[in-house]
DNA sequence: CTTTCTGCAAACGATTTGCAGCAGC
DNA sequence: GCTGCTGCAAATCGTTTGCAGAAAG
């Protein structure tokens, strides 16, 4: 599944606010992030495709999450995961595995998003914060985890 | 406000079960993880108290850890931050404050927690997780960013 | 006393950066 | 063509580890 052109040219647009280019390298780099449907490390970005080079893939994950189109979450393990931004991929929350450490992408109805986000904005007002996101962590066992 | 003897008697009786010591160094650990009400970072840790090798630091944190009495969270920066786990702390989300990094703790009300509930049944039946715990994160601004 | 800690300094590994040549617009 | 991107290799920095002496039980 190919990631729409539309989305593309939504990156193509915020770069070039940042007089930034839309190269071959950020292309590939949008459509890894945004077929694979989960966060996803370095590591699997690189064997993802060959010819992308490793400094070279940080540097423009760094240009993109600078321009909002992708996102750095911290995993279980020493490795940052990456994935588009929630304006490209939607809002969703995480379910961490912490037995083979892989995080999936989880959609919740938009009743409970509503409830969640209501509930959240006046929870947090009592501390004087402002939220302006919110993100949930769910951990536990993966469907091939815990069948083991 | 120091923290309660109870406590260090449950992390003595937990390192004792792993053949670890409950020396003065993780005893201070423990005190200043407990005082401080949210998670904090390694420079935070060596600053609150002197006489703490950073090395030492870091293998004890460690230690606590595969005992289940700190916790390792990853914030907006390069740096872990450590805290209780909730056995020790009770159940909490965090507010990451975006502007100036700082993470603190948010007590959630039981409508939140039913929601969150709901949300983890919604997970699990959809994608066969088996979920053992949530945490949720809202990102925003803390009062004295805001204020700004 | 024995085993586990501690401090020091050196090692590690994910991420960043300087520099010279290449590509987008 | 100018400017910004790429690849390479070296640097950075939070964190980990080896080793010899100190402390917990």
């Known amino acids: ?18 007089d930034q280019r839309y190269t071959t390298q950020r292309r590939r780099l949008v459509e890894i992030l945004g077929r694979s ?6 590591p699997e970005i690189l064997e993802a495709a060959t010819g992308l080079t490793q400094s070279s893939a940080y540097r423009n994950i760094t240009v993109l999450s600078e321009v909002g189109v992708v996102e750095r979450i911290a995993g279980p393990d020493d490795y940052g995961r990456f994935e588009l931004a929630e304006a490209f991929a939607g809002h969703h929350h995480h379910l961490v595995c912490e037995e083979c450490g892989t995080v999936e992408d989880l959609r919740a109805s ?25 993100r949930l962590e769910l951990r536990g066992r993966c469907a091939a985890c815990a069948g083991n």
């Open 1 to 18: 599944m190919a990631v729409a052109s539309s989305v593309h040219d939504a990156v193509r647009l915020r770069l070039a606010g940042a």
């Open 37 to 42: 449907g989960r966060p996803i490390t370095m």
């Open 110 to 134: 938009p009743n409970l998003e509503r409830v969640l986000g209501e509930l959240t904005r006046l929870a947090a007002a009592e501390q004087g914060y402002v939220v302006t996101e919110h």
